[in-house]
């Protein structure tokens, strides 16, 4: 199974070391470019290198890691899914410039997080981005934990939960191989309108919910 993140930032830089810790391969890719990834590839070993947003969007397993306002320009641009696997790491939020008004609006509960909500109409944002891709089998996960846990999976000799939910099985069963083989407890949550709602930050209900299996 070949893995390919789509986006080097917080979130795709973390996985890939989670990765990397287990001696998983992946592709790492940005909007930079690979040159810009050199120095991140050479911290985390022979095992991630870094490629072009189209060939990391080749794999078997594609994990999108871009802002949510990324999101339908940057997949509308990716050829055919053929009935791989995309894992949804998004969250409907925009990242606040801590100069805007935006950031210092009192109506915004997330402003002291530098976030805000973006209004989805009542969507789950796994069923928009399960839109932006036909053809894929989507499994939303990595997305609700702060990312800077992700490259610890086990912590003080139990597992770090990580959620997961979808609508095929097939799909979610080689997520959660691939949750396992980097060394998380790994918790099914039923499908995308469900457990995607739950787990989706920043008003999921086991949003940011960090739990160790003893
Ligand atoms: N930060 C967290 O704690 C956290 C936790 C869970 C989930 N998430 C979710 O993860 C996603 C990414 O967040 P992040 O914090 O990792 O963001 P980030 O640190 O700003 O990184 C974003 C990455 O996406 C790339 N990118 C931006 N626009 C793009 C475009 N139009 N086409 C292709 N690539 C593009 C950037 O490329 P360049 O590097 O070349 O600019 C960068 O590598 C978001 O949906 C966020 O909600 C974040």
């Given at each position: 199974m070949s893995i390919g993140i789509l986006g080097s930032g917080a979130l795709g830089s973390n996985v890939a070391r989670a990765l990397a810790k287990s001696g998983l391969s992946a592709i790492i890719s940005n909007?930079?470019?690979?040159?810009?990834l050199s120095d991140l590839v050479k911290e985390l070993g022979p095992t991630i290198t870094a490629g072009t947003l189209e060939q990391a969007a080749q794999a078997d397993i594609v994990l999108v890691a871009v802002p949510w306002l990324a999101i339908e320009s940057l997949l509308g641009s990716?050829?055919?899914?053929?009935?791989r696997i995309v894992i949804d790491g998004t969250n409907p939020v925009l990242f606040l410039d801590p100069n805007s008004a935006d950031a210092k609006d009192p109506t915004n509960p997330l402003a002291a997080y530098g976030i805000k909500a973006i209004d989805l109409g009542g969507k789950s944002s796994s069923s928009v981005v399960r839109d932006l891709v036909p053809g894929a089998r989507v499994v939303k996960a990595f997305n609700h934990l702060d990312v800077a846990v992700l490259p610890e999976p086990e912590v003080s000799g139990g597992k770090r939960t990580l959620f997961y939910s979808g609508d095929d099985a097939a799909a979610k069963a080689e997520v959660r191989s691939l949750l396992e083989a980097c060394g998380y407890f790994a918790v099914d949550l039923g499908s995308l309108d469900t457990g995607g709602r739950l787990m989706e930050l920043p008003f999921g209900a086991l949003a940011t919910h960090n739990l160790i299996k003893i």
């Open positions: 909007r930079s470019g690979p040159e810009s990716l050829p055919a899914w053929n009935n």
